[in-house]
Every structure is written in C-alpha cells, then in structure tokens.
C-alpha cells in the first residue's frame, strides 16, 4: 500500500511526516509526500504567472525540509490547487494510497492532536483513512508500529470499523485490540450513585456484546487480523477514559468516522472530538463505508 503524507498545509512541523515514515517502514510500504501549495489566482496574468513561480519555490523549500525528516527513501511531489483538500484527495486516489497523514495545528496543545482547517475539511469528505499525529509527535527511525486499537462504539456500526482496523492491522503486521471508551461525568443519578453504577453496568453489557459480535464478523473474512484483547473503560472524563486502557510506544488508535463509530458528528461538540483532544496516541479516521 502507499502511504501519503502531506506536509506545509496548516503546519510545517515534522509530526505527520513521522508518522508517515513510521506507517510506511511498518508494513514495508510506498511513502509519498506530497506539499500543496494554495493558489488564489484564477485568471492567468502576469501577476498570476509571477505568483506561480513563488508558491513552486516555496513548494521545494517545503519539500527540503521534508527531506530531512523522512530521508530519501520517499517520492516528493508539489502540487498546486485553490482547495487543498482536494487537491490532497484527489493525489490520494492518483497514488492509490491506503492512508493519507496529516500532523496537527501549530496553534494546539503540545502531547495532543489539534485539527486545523485543511484536516477538518478532510475529515469532513476523505473516503480515504486520514492519520493525524499529536502535536510534539516523536519516534526514532526505526520504530514501528506494535499495535492498533480499533475504538468502536455501542452501535452497529461498530462492526465496520473493527473491519477496516482488523485489515489495516494485518497489513502492518501489528496486534490489534478492541476498546469502548465511556465517560460518566454528571448525570441526572448524581445523587444516587447506586442507580449510576446500575446504568453503567447495563452500558458495559451491551458494549460488551456488541463489541463480542464485531469480533465475530472478523471470522467472515480472511485478510484481517484478530484482537489479542477487547476492554472497556470509563471515567469521569476523556482523559481519565482514555488513559485507563494504557499505552505503550507503537500505539495508534483507530475510531470510525461520521455514520461509521464514533464520529456521529464530525468535529461539532461530537464524542470524537473530545477522543481526538484526549488521546495520547496518534489517530487513524476511519471513513464511512455506508
């Protein structure tokens, strides 16, 4: 599979151009990257031609930079587009690529992913998985990726997003898990912790058979891999919830996107929003198959 990585969009930090490396040395894969510069102009003139020729050098300065991180073992591309996003979208399906990456907004807490303009519109629209690395993002050359863990939800979707995780897995050659994540927080039982451990135990029950009938999907299917172990864990908030379930270095954590998971609304006061913020990991956005 190739991995895409795109680099000088909202940030020109090396976050996402490590993740790329490491997604693509994991499974022995193509890595390209790819730098989309944005051009306003749409008449050509001599003002137009002029501004051309300085997001192209712009463009290789980019790609320099980019070299460095990654090495010479990936393809450079420049492309230029009055939508980067679709310009990004549409170098994904020309590359055939199997995950596109992006790193996180400059503007956002370090050790955390922090969505910026072009990875929201990408999330928004990408039939493609889109990878975002934490801001800070850090890995030797020769790491790899260890393991995935397929974050699904208390839904029937849930089985589609465990798929796609499972199948990634094996083509990295990693373990996979399977987790819900559930947070407490203030309900309307707060004054009766009794009835709120009854709700939460009736909650852990369904999670538990749902996630019990995603696995068994699995066996339907040949080109996946499966789970060495499936969990649960709530808290009183998303830190505490996703931090429950530990995490070791090669992590990355893979959540379904809108109408396939978690995503019910993509980056509008949804529950992945606050997955995205918490997680300590990187985040693989699995896209709707429905």
């Not at 934490?134 to 089985?159: M, Q």
């Not at 891999?225 to 995490?247: M, T, Y």
């Not at 995503?263 to 997680?279: D, W």
Request: with cysteine; aromatic share 4%; glycine share 8%.
């Amino acid at each position: 599979m190739t991995i895409l990585a795109a680099y000088g969009l909202d940030a020109r930090g090396p976050e996402g151009l490590l993740l790329a490396r490491q997604l693509a040395r994991t499974g022995d894969q193509r890595l390209v990257v790819c730098c989309v510069m944005h051009n306003r102009w749409q008449l050509p003139t001599v003002a137009h031609d002029e501004h051309v020729r300085v997001l192209a050098r712009q463009a290789e300065e980019a790609l320099a930079e980019a070299r460095e991180v990654v090495g010479d073992d990936a393809e450079f591309v420049a492309r230029t587009g009055q939508s980067v996003a679709g310009v990004l979208l549409a170098e994904a399906e020309a590359q055939a690529a199997r995950v596109l990456v992006c790193g996180s907004s400059a503007g956002g807490p370090w050790g955390h992913i922090a969505v910026g303009s072009v990875t929201n519109r990408l999330l928004h629209s990408s039939t493609v998985p889109i990878a975002v690395a934490p801001r800070g993002y850090r890995v030797a050359p020769d790491t790899k990726i260890a393991r995935v863990t397929a974050g699904t939800d208390n839904t029937e979707a849930a089985a589609s997003v465990l798929l796609t995780a499972a199948r990634m897995t094996r083509a990295l050659g990693a373990t996979l898990r399977v987790a819900t994540f559930a947070v407490r927080g203030r309900t309307v039982y707060s004054h009766r912790p009794d009835a709120e451990d009854a709700m939460i135990a009736i909650w852990k029950e369904q999670a538990h058979e749902r996630q019990q009938a995603a696995v068994r999907e699995l066996s339907r299917f040949e080109d996946v891999s499966f789970p060495d172990e499936v969990l649960i864990a709530d808290g009183r908030d998303w830190h505490e919830a996703l931090d429950g379930i530990g995490w070791q270095d090669g992590d990355v954590l893979a959540i379904g996107s809108s109408g396939a998971g978690l995503l019910m609304r993509v980056f509008v006061g949804s529950t992945a929003t606050r997955i995205l913020r918490y997680s300590p990991v990187p985040v693989i956005v699995v896209p709707r198959t429905n």
